[in-house]
């Protein structure tokens, strides 16, 4: 999609909003409207009343929506003062938008957008006439709390989508079914891949052993490319004193999706001996009155101590290390999703530290191991978003001369991707610019993957230094990056991008050795220890079932390979060979042939071939 279509389609969908919200007006004349947004699918409208909404509601909803369409209503635009504006809205008794018109600042055009009795608070922008919507279908109703706070009232979020035809509707349609097969949370758990257990707590992923083993895969995968770009590994620990985070200015700046601070002994024995509030023990840790520690939510200040360990010199930049870390983020529960949205993940984290002259080809080396990751996974459709910062907001530290020239290095890095990329205000770190990669999954769906930040203001903050040629001390340049983002997340992505049909060399099990009978397991099972010795995953069917019965069991847990074996296989040494994964392999080999033919496939990284 081109930026041209996006916007259009953007109109078209947050006009969709608007038509949402006055057919729900019509048949249900009390409801309190908050925002109506347009989003990346679709839109959505976020309503108070005293009511559940219905399936059949959503129905009768959606009639209205298309007889409003049919009215061929014109959106009209108009420019209003503070005072009509909040008039208008008492006399509707329309509540939230006057919290919302208070939002607006002072000076900003405040605009109303009209189309047959409705009328709505609104920057637009919108199409001419409801007629030009297209084809629209309302697809959930959900609970959503105001201003997307848990301290808030939750009100009831109707979600739909729109397009210009009733062709792109319905192969978006059709792609959201083939999304609930894909599924990951129905997936992992047929495939028993994950749990995640109350009893253990919410937003915790449990990687069962076949997850595990994907994991791991992917761990091996990335760590042999970094050894080709000079990383080095280390391990920092999960805790680290408060202070740190308050140095490096992730507290309090991310402090409303962290875990709360823990007190030191010390403190904790102080407090309780003076009979001291929980409130104000935690008041002393976040304005430094006592000590305490974190659930790091970042692992950047731990690699800032492992690069401050010792004196560095030009020569040993740059310094590259990497970890598969793992981080805890507040998230609150309405917004946890199986294992894309989660409280505890591991990220595969590595920064560089290098000098200004080093930082272009640096910046190129991360964006090259994004895109090999992004090929080795057949996805290969995706798109650059480059964020930066609000210059009118205060939550970004550092000086406007050190951000002006990390955006400046990432600019010049996108451009040269040969993708198409967007620029966003307001999307950076709070430390530093960023490029973030939004994928296209093999069913078209968009996720955002893989990171890489520039930063200058960390080693500002942290006073890091290297010693130059000319025997000067120089300040480092630190670059933050994550392919995958956070395991967690980009398995749970792979899981639906593949549908559980894993390429050979991901896949928790490679190879079903299906016996024809019971006479021959023993045998079967002399093929499996073979197989396992040259470091394939395997394992015998030994069940009594018919062959068919085998057959549909390894392809509902979804094995890639099968080997039937029957007498003539055991008497001539063969295996009969059945691939899920390239459907025009068939036929015997003989079993050195067949394992090499699996390790061949397995370092190929070769992807499926439906």
């Given at each position: 999609?081109t930026?041209?279509?996006?916007?259009?389609l953007n109109?078209?969908?947050?006009?969709?909003?608007?038509?949402?919200?006055?057919?729900v007006?019509?048949?249900?004349p009390?409801?309190?409207?908050?925002?109506?947004p347009?989003?990346?699918?679709?839109?959505?409208?976020?309503?108070?009343l005293d009511?559940?909404?219905?399936?059949?509601?959503l129905?009768?909803?959606?009639?209205?929506?298309?007889k409003?369409?049919?009215?061929?209503q014109?959106?009209?635009?108009?420019v209003?003062?503070?005072?009509e504006?909040?008039s208008?809205m008492?006399?509707?008794n329309?509540?939230?938008k006057?919290?919302?018109?208070a939002d607006i600042?002072?000076?900003?055009?405040i605009?109303?957008?009209?189309?047959g009795?409705f009328?709505?608070?609104?920057?637009g922008e919108h199409?001419?006439?409801?007629k030009?919507?297209?084809?629209?279908?309302l697809?959930?109703?959900?609970?959503a709390?105001?201003?997307?706070?848990?301290k808030?009232?939750?009100?009831?979020?109707?979600?739909?989508t729109?397009?210009?035809?009733?062709?792109?509707l319905d192969?978006?349609?059709?792609?959201l079914?083939d999304?609930?097969k894909r599924d990951?949370?129905?997936?992992?758990?047929?495939?028993?891949l994950?749990?995640?257990s109350?009893?253990?707590?919410?937003?915790?992923?449990l990687?069962?052993?076949?997850?595990?083993?994907?994991?791991?895969?992917l761990?091996n995968?990335?760590?042999e490319?970094?050894e080709?770009?000079?990383?080095?590994?280390?391990?920092?620990?999960?805790?680290a004193?408060?202070?740190?985070?308050?140095?490096?200015?992730?507290?309090?700046?991310?402090k409303?999706s962290?875990?709360p601070?823990?007190?030191?002994?010390e403190?904790?024995?102080k407090a309780t001996?003076?009979n001291?509030s929980?409130?104000a023990?935690?008041d002393?840790l976040?304005n430094?009155?006592?000590?305490?520690?974190?659930?790091?939510?970042?692992?950047?200040?731990?690699?800032?101590?492992i690069?401050?360990?010792?004196?560095?010199s030009y020569?040993?930049?740059?310094?590259?290390?990497?970890?598969f870390?793992t981080?805890?983020r507040?998230?609150?529960s309405?917004e946890?999703?199986g294992?894309?949205?989660?409280r505890?993940f591991?990220?595969?984290d590595?920064?560089?530290?290098?000098?200004?002259?080093q930082?272009?080809?640096?910046i190129?080396?991360?964006?090259?191991l994004?895109?090999?990751i992004?090929?080795t996974?057949?996805?290969e459709?995706?798109?650059?978003r480059?964020g930066?910062?609000?210059?009118?907001?205060?939550k970004y530290?550092?000086?406007d001369?050190n951000?002006m020239a990390?955006?400046k290095?990432l600019?010049?890095?996108a451009g040269e991707?040969?993708?198409?990329?967007?620029?966003?205000?307001?999307?950076?770190a709070?430390y530093?610019?960023?490029?973030d990669?939004?994928?296209?999954?093999?069913i078209?769906?968009?996720?955002?993957?893989g990171?890489?930040?520039?930063?200058?203001?960390?080693p500002?903050?942290?006073?890091?230094?290297y010693?130059?040629?000319?025997n000067r001390?120089?300040?480092?340049?630190?670059?933050?990056?994550?392919?995958?983002g956070?395991?967690?997340?980009f398995?749970?992505?792979l899981?639906?991008?593949?549908g559980g049909?894993?390429?050979t060399?991901?896949?928790?099990?490679?190879?079903?050795?299906?016996p024809?009978n019971?006479?021959?397991?023993?045998?079967?099972?002399?093929?499996?220890r073979?197989?396992?010795?040259?470091?394939?995953?395997?394992?015998?069917?030994e069940?009594?079932?018919?062959?068919?019965?085998k057959?549909?069991?390894?392809e509902?847990?979804?094995?890639?390979?099968m080997?039937?074996?029957?007498?003539?296989?055991?008497?001539?040494?063969?295996v009969?060979?059945r691939?899920?994964?390239?459907?025009?392999?068939?036929g015997?080999?003989?079993?050195?042939?067949?394992?090499?033919y699996?390790?061949?496939?397995i370092?190929?990284?070769?992807?499926?071939?439906w």
């Amino acid at each position: 999609m081109t930026m041209n279509e996006y916007v259009d389609l953007n109109k078209i969908r947050h006009s969709a909003a608007h038509v949402l919200a006055a057919a729900v007006l019509r048949l249900f004349p009390n409801a309190k409207l908050d925002i109506g947004p347009s989003t990346r699918t679709g839109f959505y409208y976020d309503f108070d009343l005293d009511y559940n909404f219905s399936q059949e509601d959503l129905e009768s909803i959606e009639r209205e929506m298309l007889k409003i369409i049919l009215e061929d209503q014109k959106f009209i635009k108009k420019v209003v003062t503070r005072d009509e504006a909040m008039s208008i809205m008492k006399s509707k008794n329309q509540t939230y938008k006057l919290a919302r018109l208070a939002d607006i600042p002072e000076g900003d055009e405040i605009s109303l957008y009209v189309n047959g009795e409705f009328i709505d608070l609104c920057r637009g922008e919108h199409v001419n006439s409801t007629k030009e919507i297209g084809a629209i279908k309302l697809l959930s109703i959900a609970g959503a709390y105001y201003r997307g706070s848990e301290k808030n009232k939750q009100l009831q979020r109707i979600s739909g989508t729109a397009f210009a035809s009733k062709k792109e509707l319905d192969e978006y349609l059709a792609m959201l079914e083939d999304a609930k097969k894909r599924d990951h949370r129905k997936l992992g758990k047929e495939l028993k891949l994950f749990i995640i257990s109350d009893e253990l707590g919410q937003g915790m992923v449990l990687w069962l052993p076949k997850g595990a083993i994907i994991r791991q895969e992917l761990q091996n995968f990335i760590l042999e490319e970094l050894e080709k770009q000079g990383y080095q590994q280390v391990f920092t620990p999960h805790i680290a004193k408060l202070g740190l985070f308050k140095t490096s200015g992730h507290f309090p700046y991310y402090k409303e999706s962290q875990f709360p601070p823990l007190p030191d002994r010390e403190s904790l024995e102080k407090a309780t001996a003076s009979n001291q509030s929980c409130k104000a023990m935690f008041d002393d840790l976040e304005n430094g009155n006592a000590d305490g520690f974190l659930l790091k939510p970042m692992n950047c200040p731990g690699h800032v101590m492992i690069y401050m360990s010792d004196q560095r010199s030009y020569r040993d930049l740059p310094f590259k290390i990497a970890e598969f870390g793992t981080v805890y983020r507040w998230e609150q529960s309405g917004e946890l999703n199986g294992m894309t949205r989660v409280r505890s993940f591991t990220q595969d984290d590595a920064h560089i530290f290098c000098t200004q002259e080093q930082l272009h080809d640096e910046i190129n080396g991360c964006l090259y191991l994004v895109k090999v990751i992004f090929k080795t996974l057949g996805m290969e459709k995706f798109r650059v978003r480059i964020g930066l910062r609000d210059k009118s907001s205060d939550k970004y530290i550092g000086s406007d001369d050190n951000w002006m020239a990390a955006e400046k290095a990432l600019r010049a890095a996108a451009g040269e991707l040969g993708v198409p990329f967007e620029v966003i205000d307001g999307e950076a770190a709070f430390y530093g610019p960023k490029i973030d990669f939004i994928v296209q999954d093999v069913i078209g769906r968009e996720w955002q993957l893989g990171t890489v930040q520039v930063d200058y203001n960390l080693p500002e903050r942290f006073e890091m230094s290297y010693i130059g040629s000319d025997n000067r001390e120089y300040r480092p340049i630190m670059i933050h990056r994550a392919p995958f983002g956070s395991l967690e997340r980009f398995v749970g992505l792979l899981i639906e991008h593949f549908g559980g049909d894993f390429p050979t060399w991901l896949a928790p099990e490679q190879v079903r050795i299906i016996p024809l009978n019971d006479d021959l397991i023993v045998h079967a099972n002399e093929i499996n220890r073979e197989l396992q010795f040259n470091g394939i995953r395997a394992s015998v069917d030994e069940h009594s079932d018919k062959l068919s019965g085998k057959i549909r069991r390894a392809e509902v847990e979804k094995v890639p390979h099968m080997f039937i074996l029957g007498v003539k296989e055991v008497e001539t040494g063969t295996v009969s060979i059945r691939s899920r994964i390239d459907k025009n392999f068939t036929g015997s080999l003989k079993l050195p042939s067949a394992i090499e033919y699996l390790k061949k496939v397995i370092a190929s990284r070769e992807l499926p071939n439906w």
